[in-house]
Every structure is written in structure tokens, then in C-alpha cells.
T-cell receptor, first 110, second 113 residues
Framework: QKEVEQDPGPLSVPEGAIVSLNCTYS??????FMWYRQYSRKGPELLMY????GNKEDGRFTAQVDKSSKYISLFIRDSQPSDSATYLC??????????FGKGNQVVVIP | DAGVIQSPRHEVTEMGQEVTLRCKPI?????LFWYRQTMMRGLELLIY????????DSGMPEDRFSAKMPNASFSTLKIQPSEPRDSAVYFC???????????FGEGSWLTVV
């Protein structure tokens, strides 16, 4: 079993819809949970960073962590065409070693 | 800041040739990472340096791969000899301290034919 599981299926949504992405993990030692956004032919860039269970909001983005279920989510409200990208979940044990999910390609259709 | 700088951005080479990828981390960052991204396996950590010293190279696929960090501002990833299955995007990333934001470069797109 991989440490981080992210169903890599593509997702197409109409502009304005809510995008919901999630990952599960198996290693309870993970302490830091992140979502990276990767535009086509670019490197990943950090979008959201959380440390504890619960919700964290940043504008239209909400990251949710449930450590008891080993489950994290990312919600994008009022999605825009500029949100079209691949979204990767990532987790770290505090030793700078990031474990990534495979990513979800999101397309927001105008 | 200019961010993490990688070169070359694109490389097409023939099987058996040596490939050298280069990285300049963000100034002041003490940790440097090399990642490989493929459709099949996603992003995989190849090697991690801290203060120019390799800390974890368990992700390096085989002896054909080697990485060096001669100083705080430069690192190389070398593949010799290259094979078609090495075709991937190779990312360099850096960070300061531990548990902080890791910044990625724009990647080196390698095609081995």
C-alpha cells in the first residue's frame, strides 16, 4: 500500500461549481499536510499547508484534515477557469521528506 | 528572489548518453531535493541534501543515477548511461529549516530515445 493514495482521475466542472478533492494516507506519523497546485509544464507550488486536524480557509480554498480517519480534503469554491491545474496532496513527517499523491487534473469549463 | 533555477529545461538525448541536470536552490535554503515525476508513479523523491550533505538517497533508482552538491548554491543530478525509461520530468526543490514550505523549480523535461 502506498503511503499516500489519491485517485488520479481527471475532474471537469463548470465555472462556479465547488471542486472537491481528497487523499487518504496510511502512516500516522505524518504531521504536516499540504496541497500543491501544478500548472501545465510548471513545477508544483504550495497552495495550502495545515498542521492539525480541522479546517483551514484561504479565500476560495478550504483544506480539511481528519487525522483519526487519515483523510484530507481540498475544496475550491466558486471555481474559475484559472483554477484549471493538477492538484497534488502531500504529507510530511517533519523530516522534510514529502510524500505525494499522484494528483488530480482539474478542468474548470467557462 | 529568482526561485529555484533548473537547467536545461528540455533535453532530448540518445540511449546510452550521459545526462547532467543542474539546480541552483534559493539563496539561504539549507535543504535541496531532487524529484522525478512520471504519469505512472507521480512525484518521487530521489535524493535529499541538507547543508550540502546527502541525507537520504534511498529513492535513487539505481547506480546509473548520481547526485552531488559541491556547495550551497549548486547541485547536479547525473544519469550515466541514460535509458528510455528515464524519460520524465526532474524537479529540484529547496527549503529552509524543517517542516517549512518546499519550493520547486520549473523542472527539466528529459526524453531519452
Amino acid at each position: 500500500q502506498k503511503e499516500v493514495e489519491q485517485d488520479p482521475g481527471p475532474l471537469s466542472v463548470p465555472e462556479g461549481a465547488i471542486v472537491s478533492l481528497n487523499c487518504t494516507y496510511s502512516n500516522s506519523a505524518f504531521q504536516y499536510f499540504m496541497w500543491y497546485r501544478q500548472y501545465s509544464r510548471k513545477g508544483p507550488e504550495l497552495l495550502m499547508y495545515t498542521y492539525s486536524s480541522g479546517n483551514k480557509e484561504d479565500g476560495r480554498f478550504t483544506a480539511q484534515v481528519d487525522k483519526s480517519s487519515k483523510y484530507i480534503s481540498l475544496f475550491i469554491r466558486d471555481s474559475q477557469p484559472s483554477d484549471s491545474a493538477t492538484y497534488l496532496c502531500a504529507m510530511m513527517r517533519g523530516n522534510n521528506r514529502l510524500a505525494f499523491g499522484k494528483g488530480n487534473q482539474v478542468v474548470v469549463i467557462p | 528572489d529568482a526561485g529555484v533555477i533548473q537547467s536545461p529545461r528540455h533535453e532530448v538525448t540518445e540511449m546510452g548518453q550521459e545526462v547532467t541536470l543542474r539546480c541552483k536552490p534559493i539563496s539561504g535554503h539549507d535543504s535541496l531535493f531532487w524529484y522525478r515525476q512520471t504519469m505512472m508513479r507521480g512525484l518521487e523523491l530521489l535524493i535529499y541534501f541538507n547543508n550540502n550533505v546527502p541525507i537520504d538517497d534511498s529513492g535513487m533508482p539505481e547506480d546509473r543515477f548520481s547526485a552531488k552538491m559541491p556547495n550551497a548554491s549548486f547541485s547536479t543530478l547525473k544519469i550515466q548511461p541514460s535509458e528510455p525509461r528515464d524519460s520524465a520530468v526532474y524537479f529540484c526543490a529547496s527549503t529552509e529549516g524543517s517542516g517549512n514550505t518546499i519550493y520547486f523549480g520549473e523542472g527539466s523535461w528529459l526524453t531519452v530515445v
